[in-house]
T-cell receptor, first 112, second 112 residues
Framework: DAGVIQSPRHEVTEMGQEVTLRCKPI?????LFWYRQTMMRGLELLIYFNNNVPIDDSGMPEDRFSAKMPNASFSTLKIQPSEPRDSAVYFC??????????FGQGTRLTVV | GESVGLHLPTLSVQEGDNSIINCAYSNSASDYFIWYKQESGKGPQFIID?????DKRQGQRVTVLLNKTVKHLSLQIAATQPGDSAVYFCAEKTGANSKLTFGKGITLSVRP
């Protein structure tokens, strides 16, 4: 099993540009989570899906952030327009029945 | 609001000694707890979990203890090795809500 796969691993973009982060969960998992990690705020849950349906998006900071899960094997997190304060490491995680969330390696986003 | 917190920001131990990492949680309704290990540049890695109907669970070199009376969780690592150096997070879930709440993390440093 390849685990949770995220791409890209690193992204540097200019303020105002659109950024799309991608995630492939572990096959068979029915929950998918997007987290953001910063030194100041630690790990924050942004949104999670169950069976491809968004369940809780209360952690999404602003309307500039959106997430989709068109099928069980793919999800995207989009930031449009991006701002320097969005710079962070973004993690995707998946789990079966909500237990033992497994994390990807993360995408390090830098907005300049 | 409810939160999961860690007592100490850093812990330094001698190689070969046992390590104990502590965590306090404030949501008495939490019924599932997980310990994660995060190495530099990587995503959080699942170590061990415990449900609230248990007070102890053992894995390979690790033991998790849960004291629901005082809402305290601990991770014990036997014979600590240099490879155990990382940031450790406790996290909790509550009932049918599959959203993990993470503590701020504690750094474990192993002295050779």
């Amino acid at each position: 099993d390849a685990g949770v796969i995220q791409s890209p691993r690193h992204e540097v973009t200019e303020m105002g540009q659109e950024v799309t982060l991608r995630c492939k969960p572990i096959s068979g998992h029915d929950y998918l989570f997007w987290y953001r990690q910063t030194m100041m705020r630690g790990l924050e849950l942004l949104i999670y899906f169950n069976n491809n349906v968004p369940i809780d998006d209360s952690g999404m900071p602003e309307d500039r952030f959106s997430a989709k899960m068109p099928n069980a094997s793919f999800s995207t997190l989009k930031i449009q327009p991006s701002e320097p304060r969005d710079s962070a490491v973004y993690f995707c995680a998946s789990s079966l029945a909500g237990l033992r969330d497994f994390f990807g390696q993360g995408t390090r986003l830098t907005v300049v | 609001g409810e939160s999961v917190g860690l007592h100490l920001p850093t812990l330094s131990v001698q190689e070969g000694d046992n390590s104990i990492i502590n965590c306090a949680y404030s949501n008495s309704a939490s019924d599932y707890f997980i310990w994660y290990k995060q190495e530099s540049g990587k995503g959080p890695q699942f170590i061990i979990d415990i449900r609230s109907n248990m007070d102890k669970r053992q894995g390979q070199r690790v033991t998790v203890l849960l004291n629901k009376t005082v809402k305290h969780l601990s991770l014990q690592i036997a014979a600590t090795q240099p490879g155990d150096s990382a940031v450790y997070f406790c996290a909790e879930k509550t009932g049918a809500n599959s959203k993990l709440t993470f503590g701020k993390g504690i750094t474990l440093s192993v002295r050779p």
